[in-house]
């Protein structure tokens, strides 16, 4: 089945018989992940009805150019700006020759020159409309601007004739749809990671815990989405917003961050550790505030659980990737956890450095060496590992066929 996980299509449809089978076109881009969007010109209400696109979507449909339920009533700016790609299904004699000469006199064709997402087109009318010379100037003229076009296919059209104009099927735009995005590395993978810092409850008011900001884990998950994948963040506590199209799963403490991951590591392509975990918790948590009657005081603490190593441990696993954070000899200890720990690879970076920074130096370790990320701001950097474990998975993929 073709994947569009995380993708955003604005479905624009026109006046035409095939208007029809974009009721069943919006239920297979749902499936398929993605979030789907519809503007309907005036004709194409005609042929099919914008509760039905309401229903089958989730999402309110869109007519009017003038919203005054939009943001400040710009309806079609707003729209641009959120799509991946504008797909416009079916597209009509009419519409075509609009757009050919950039029109801009209703939602749809206004969009159609907004957006800076790429455009696609799926024709569908008569026969002799479709051989017409205007119709293939306008065609051509599309083609040129670099507008995708699938279709038209050949056969039995609605009036009775036969010949070139049928609108694509709903299964074979999904696929062509699918194959637009099909280059970007991780595109259909699931990444789950962990981020932030745990902490550890001494008493209803005291924790203990360390400095991590969520800044590295959060860059990951940024450019992750960016890259195609679809994310699940289990984040510690941290002031920082959930990224877009990001699940992201609060935990306070190791226990709790490890039960989160295994209630959702089955389907993940990708497990990467960048939370910095506390080791240890205290044996008890005392339900009432600890005072300070005492001139010192001892806390028992207890070794948590090893999220990375549990995750490790499974039969099939995911591709596991973990961090270090190191004082000392960094490459060393670091590759003494990845053996230790049996990942995949692993990240160590200066823990002096690090915490709390919006950038970062890193070594990838693994069992055929290790490569140097230069200093540069946690984005670019994770737009680096991302590319190294993207490597790996097509690496596997091409062992297994
Ligand atoms: O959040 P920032 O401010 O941006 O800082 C980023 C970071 C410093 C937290 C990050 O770059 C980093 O290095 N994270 C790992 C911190 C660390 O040193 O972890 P560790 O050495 O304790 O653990 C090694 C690996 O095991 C890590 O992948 C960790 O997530 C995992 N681990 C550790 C302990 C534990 N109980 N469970 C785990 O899964």
Redesign the pocket.
């Known amino acids: 089945m073709p994947t569009l996980t995380n993708k955003r299509i604005l479905l624009g449809i026109t006046g035409g018989i095939a208007a029809y089978k974009c009721a069943e076109l919006s239920r297979l881009f749902t499936r398929a992940g993605a979030e789907v969007r519809v503007v309907m010109t005036r004709a194409a209400q005609e042929f099919v009805t914008p509760l039905t696109m309401q229903a089958l979507t989730g999402n309110r449909v869109h007519l009017d150019l003038l919203d005054f339920e939009a943001e400040a009533a710009m309806g079609h700016i707003e729209l641009a700006r959120w799509a991946d790609l504008v797909l416009v299904a079916p597209a009509s004699a009419d519409f075509l020759a609009r757009i050919a000469h950039g029109r801009a006199d209703d939602l749809l064709s206004t969009l159609i020159l907004a957006t800076p997402a790429p455009i696609a087109l799926a024709p569908a009318m008569n026969q002799g409309m479709w051989s017409d010379p205007g119709t293939q100037q306008n065609l051509a003229e599309v083609h040129h601007r670099g507008y995708r076009l699938f279709g038209p296919d050949e056969g039995d059209q609605a009036c009775g004739d036969v010949g070139p104009g049928r609108m694509v099927e709903p299964a074979e735009l999904l696929a062509g749809c699918a194959e637009l995005f099909s280059g970007e590395p991780l595109a259909g993978r699931h990444l789950l990671i962990?981020?932030?810092p745990t902490r550890e409850a001494i008493d209803p008011v005291r924790f203990l815990s360390n400095?991590?900001?969520?800044?590295?884990?959060y860059a990951l998950a940024t450019e992750a989405v960016a890259a195609g994948a679809r994310v699940t963040l289990i984040s510690g506590p941290v002031a920082l917003p959930t990224p877009d199209r990001v699940t992201r799963i609060d935990v306070v403490g190791?226990e709790e961050m490890l039960s989160a991951t295994m209630e959702r590591i089955t389907d993940a392509d990708v497990f990467i550790?960048?939370?910095?975990?506390a080791?240890y918790r205290p044996a008890n948590q005392t339900a009432e505030k600890i005072k300070k009657d005492q001139v010192s005081m001892k806390i028992d603490l207890l070794r948590?659980?090893?999220?990375?190593?549990e995750v490790a441990g499974l039969n099939p696993r995911p591709l596991v990737v973990?961090?270090?954070?190191?004082t000392g000899d960094v490459l060393a200890n670091g590759r003494e956890?990845l053996e230790r720990?049996r990942l995949d690879l692993l990240?160590a970076?200066n823990?002096t450095e690090?915490?709390?920074?919006d950038e970062?130096a890193a070594t990838a370790i693994s069992a055929e060496g290790e490569i140097e990320i230069p200093r540069a701001r946690?984005e670019a950097v994770a737009r680096k590992m991302l590319g190294m474990i993207a490597e790996r998975l097509s690496a596997a993929a091409d062992t297994a066929s």
């Open positions: 962990t981020g932030g400095h991590s900001s969520g800044k590295m884990a190791a550790g960048v939370a910095a975990v080791d948590n659980p090893d999220i990375i190593s973990g961090f270090a954070a190191e956890k720990k990240f970076n823990a690090t915490f709390n920074s970062v946690k």
